[in-house]
C-alpha cells in the first residue's frame, strides 16, 4: 500500500479503454480524432468524471512524451485565466513555431466556465486566428456559462455522472491493488458508503478511500466517522433530525444543524433529499418541495447564508406535512 502519490493521480486513465463509463463521448471521440484537421473540443459534464483523464489522453495520442512538454499548455482557468494570462501566455504559445512541422499543439484549459465574461471574448479571438494545428480542449461543468461564440467553433461532448457500480468497481479494483484489508461483512456497506458520499464523482470516491486509509479508519470501519469528515450528518444526528421534522419541532432540528460543526449545506441538503420518504411530508407536496430544494441550491451557490437557507428548508418541510 502506498500513500505517497495520490491514488487519484496513481489511477488516472492514460488509454481511452481505461475510462470508465463515458461510452457515448468516448466512442465519437475515437472516430473524432481520426482527423487531424478536426475542431476544437469542449468537455462538459460533473467533476470528477474524466474530463481532464481524456484531454490528456488525447494530447498523448497525438505527441509524444518529449513533444507533450512543449507542445501541450494545460492551465486551469479558475487560478490563472485573466485578461493578461490570456493575452500573454497564450497567445505566445499560441504563436511560437512548431518543432516538427504538422504537429499539433494542444492547449486544455480547465474550469474554462470560470472565465469571466470578458475574458471568453478575448479567449474566443484567441481560438479564431489560431493556426489549424492548434487543438484547444475546454473543460466545463456548465456549458450554459461559455459564450456562444467560442461553443460554435466547438464540437461538444458530454460526459455523465458515474453510476453505483462503475464507482463500486473501481474502488474494489484499487482495493485489490493497494491490497487494502477491509472487514469482509462490512465492506459492501463500505463501497456503498463511499459511493453516497461522492454523488458519482469518482475523483471525490478515490479521494474518500485514500483518506479513510490514511486515518486508519479501515480496521473497525468506522463507517459514522467516515461520514462526518466528509462532511455528512453521521446516522444519529440523521436520525435526531429526521425524528424531530416528523415531530414538527422546528427548535430541535434548528439545534441539532448548530450543533454541526462543519456544516456543509450541500451535502446536507442531499442527505436531507433522500430521507424525505421517511419524513411523512405529503407525497404530492414533493415535487414542490423538490423546486425550493432547487432554488435554496442556487441561493446558497449565490452566497446567501447557509444556516439561513437551511432552517427556511427545514420550515417548509414541516410547512409540507400531513397533519
Ligand atoms: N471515467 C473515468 N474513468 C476512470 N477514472 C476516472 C474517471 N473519471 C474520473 N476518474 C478518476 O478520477 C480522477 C479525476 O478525473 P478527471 O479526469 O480529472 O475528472 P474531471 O476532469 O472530469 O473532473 C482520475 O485521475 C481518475 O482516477
Ligand atoms: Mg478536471
Request: glycine share 4%.
Amino acid at each position: 500500500m502506498s500513500l505517497e502519490i495520490p491514488w487519484t493521480e496513481k489511477y488516472r486513465p492514460h488509454s481511452f479503454e481505461d475510462i470508465v463509463s463515458q461510452n457515448v463521448a468516448i466512442n465519437s471521440l475515437k472516430e473524432f480524432i481520426k482527423n487531424p484537421n478536426m475542431p476544437h473540443m469542449i468537455f462538459t459534464g460533473p467533476a470528477g468524471t474524466g474530463k481532464t483523464s481524456t484531454a490528456l489522453i488525447i494530447a498523448e495520442n497525438f505527441l509524444n512524451n518529449e513533444d507533450l512538454s512543449v507542445n501541450l499548455l494545460e492551465v486551469n482557468a479558475s487560478d490563472t485565466v485573466r485578461i493578461d494570462f490570456v493575452r500573454n501566455v497564450l497567445k505566445n504559445f499560441v504563436n511560437q513555431n512548431l518543432i516538427k512541422e504538422n504537429s499539433l499543439k494542444f492547449v486544455i484549459l480547465d474550469e474554462a466556465d470560470n472565465i469571466p465574461g470578458q475574458v471568453q471574448q478575448a479567449l474566443r479571438r484567441i481560438i479564431e486566428k489560431a493556426s489549424l494545428n492548434i487543438k484547444f480542449i475546454l473543460l466545463c461543468n456548465y456549458i450554459n456559462r461559455i459564450i456562444d461564440p467560442i461553443i460554435s467553433r466547438c464540437a461538444v461532448f458530454r460526459f455523465v455522472g458515474l453510476p453505483k457500480e462503475k464507482i463500486i468497481e473501481r474502488l474494489k479494483h484499487i482495493t485489490k491493488n493497494e491490497k487494502l484489508k477491509i472487514p469482509a461483512d462490512k465492506a459492501e456497506k463500505f463501497f456503498e458508503l463511499l459511493f453516497f458520499i461522492s454523488g458519482g464523482d469518482l475523483r471525490k470516491a478515490i479521494n474518500t478511500l485514500q483518506m479513510s486509509v490514511s486515518l486508519e479508519l479501515l480496521e473497525n470501519l468506522e463507517l459514522n466517522e467516515i461520514l462526518r469528515i466528509s462532511g455528512f450528518m453521521d446516522e444519529k444526528t440523521l436520525e435526531d433530525l429526521t425524528m424531530a421534522l416528523k415531530n414538527k419541532d422546528f427548535g430541535k432540528s434548528r439545534e441539532i444543524i448548530d450543533s454541526m460543526e462543519t456544516l456543509d449545506s450541500r451535502n446536507f441538503i442531499r442527505q436531507l433529499t433522500e430521507a424525505l420518504p421517511r419524513v411523512n411530508v405529503e407525497p404530492n407536496k414533493i415535487p414542490t418541495l423538490r423546486a425550493y430544494i432547487g432554488e435554496i441550491d442556487y441561493r446558497i451557490s449565490q452566497g446567501a447564508s447557509e444556516k439561513i437557507q437551511v432552517s427556511a428548508l427545514l420550515a417548509k418541510i414541516i410547512e409540507k406535512m400531513g397533519i
